[in-house]
């Protein structure tokens, strides 16, 4: 009682131990989430990680993504946040399983190398007509490769099964290499294109704030389209 909202009678803690307003747990730093426009209107949610690996989740109902038991597919050492654990288990206290990431990219700092990452930025799956070949198509970001530059980049997805979805960097005509800034968060309108919203400042600081269009590029010869692009909005 007095509570400004309501929770689903179907919540899967609604008379069960835990709060009832818990829809799914097992996350570290949850940063944005975003609908399908069609297929089901499934749940996309990132999540932060620690210091190894930034993660993508299909969230589901009641699901546990593994924190911090996990992180992303690997098990985490809370004593040594980089030291390597083996046989983690499948499952939590509860026998509940504990749900793997769809999309995995390495963080910044993985002692393994390879890190291009910050934290990961979850977008939105392409539902607009504009993109050509690019329908359906999982669309997300990096907020930068390291802290001090704004050289976020944007990435493309399949979605298929459970399992980790292969991944690719998208290449903008105007920002070859990376977008230039620090990519703060995806938008999208009711046709389903997509925007960018980005920054030169790493802080909610100062005036370089911009929101960005995806758009095809098209080639002067023959009019044809060539490449992704951002436009200023």
């Not at 131990?17 to 297929?39: H, T, V």
């Not at 997300?140 to 050289?151: A, E, H, K, L, V």
């Given at each position: 009682?007095?509570?400004?909202?309501?929770?689903?009678?179907?919540?899967?803690?609604?008379?069960?131990?835990?709060?009832?307003?818990?829809?799914?747990?097992?996350?570290?730093?949850?940063?944005?989430?975003?609908?399908?426009?069609?297929?089901?209107?499934?749940?996309?949610?990132m999540d932060a990680g620690?210091?190894?690996?930034?993660?993508?989740?299909?969230?589901?109902?009641?699901?546990?993504?593994?924190?911090?038991?996990?992180?992303?597919?690997?098990?985490?050492?809370?004593?040594?946040?980089?030291?390597?654990?083996?046989?983690?288990?499948?499952?939590?206290?509860?026998?509940?399983?504990?749900?793997?990431?769809?999309?995995?990219?390495?963080?910044?700092?993985?002692?393994?190398?390879?890190?291009?990452?910050?934290?990961?930025?979850?977008?939105?799956?392409?539902?607009?007509?504009?993109?050509?070949?690019?329908?359906?198509?999982?669309?997300?970001?990096?907020?930068?490769?390291?802290?001090?530059?704004?050289?976020?980049?944007?990435?493309?997805?399949?979605?298929?099964?459970?399992?980790?979805?292969?991944?690719?960097?998208?290449?903008?005509?105007?920002?070859?290499?990376?977008?230039?800034?620090?990519?703060?968060?995806?938008?999208?309108?009711?046709?389903?294109?997509?925007?960018?919203?980005?920054?030169?400042?790493?802080?909610?600081?100062?005036?370089?704030?911009?929101?960005?269009?995806?758009?095809?590029?098209?080639?002067?010869?023959?009019?044809?389209?060539?490449?992704?692009?951002?436009?200023?909005?």
């Open positions: 009682m007095g509570k400004a909202y309501g929770i689903p009678p179907d919540n899967p803690f609604v008379g069960k131990r835990g709060l009832d307003e818990i829809w799914a747990y097992g996350f570290r730093n949850p940063f944005r989430f975003s609908f399908d426009m069609k297929d089901g209107h499934r749940l996309f949610g620690q210091s190894r690996y930034e993660e993508i989740d299909l969230v589901e109902k009641g699901g546990n993504y593994g924190w911090n038991v996990k992180e992303g597919t690997e098990c985490f050492n809370a004593a040594n946040e980089f030291a390597e654990v083996q046989n983690c288990p499948d499952v939590d206290a509860f026998g509940n399983r504990l749900i793997d990431p769809v999309i995995q990219v390495k963080n910044w700092l993985n002692p393994e190398g390879g890190g291009r990452a910050t934290t990961i930025i979850g977008g939105n799956v392409y539902r607009g007509n504009d993109l050509h070949g690019l329908e359906g198509k999982y669309i997300f970001g990096t907020f930068s490769q390291t802290p001090t530059t704004p050289n976020g980049e944007l990435f493309i997805a399949n979605p298929h099964g459970p399992s980790l979805w292969d991944y690719q960097e998208i290449e903008l005509a105007s920002h070859p290499g990376d977008i230039g800034y620090y990519l703060k968060g995806f938008g999208q309108d009711l046709e389903g294109e997509m925007y960018l919203a980005v920054s030169s400042r790493l802080g909610p600081a100062g005036n370089t704030g911009k929101i960005l269009k995806l758009v095809m590029v098209k080639d002067k010869k023959d009019n044809d389209d060539k490449s992704l692009d951002d436009k200023d909005k």
